[in-house]
């Protein structure tokens, strides 16, 4: 499978962003598709995953109530609205597919960043 996350830019703290990936090649009803960041300095954090069917999800705290991830069928997208961006969101954003189970996920299919910058 390959990713292509696109959306990213320049905000300022208390706007909104939509990322998106783009997932070709081979793709399972299984895959899990998580949403990543890392800020410099620090190491990659999660942010949020979504299932295939779009039937669960899951959001690191610090983003819970701000970020909502979603899953369009049709063009093998997910999407990230990031809205009430705050100057700690300022990362690199990675998509990634897992195909562990939902329990044990492990991402071993990385797209390309995407920077977004929140500016206070």
């Known amino acids: 499978v390959q990713l292509q996350a696109s959306g990213g830019g320049l905000v300022q703290a208390g706007g909104y962003l939509r990322l998106s990936c783009v997932a070709s090649g081979r793709t399972y009803t299984t895959d899990i598709m998580g949403w990543f960041r890392q800020a410099p300095g620090k190491e990659r954090e999660f942010v949020a995953a979504i299932n295939w069917v779009g039937d669960r999800t899951r959001y690191a705290d610090s983003v819970k109530g701000r970020f909502t991830i979603s899953r369009d069928d049709a063009q093998n997208t997910v999407v990230l609205q990031m809205n009430s961006l705050k100057p700690e969101d300022t990362a690199v954003y990675y998509c990634?597919?897992?195909?562990?189970?939902?329990?044990?996920?492990?991402?071993?299919?990385w797209g390309q960043g995407t920077q977004v910058t929140v500016s206070s």
């Open positions: 990634a597919v897992s195909r562990n189970p939902w329990a044990r996920a492990k991402y071993e299919y």
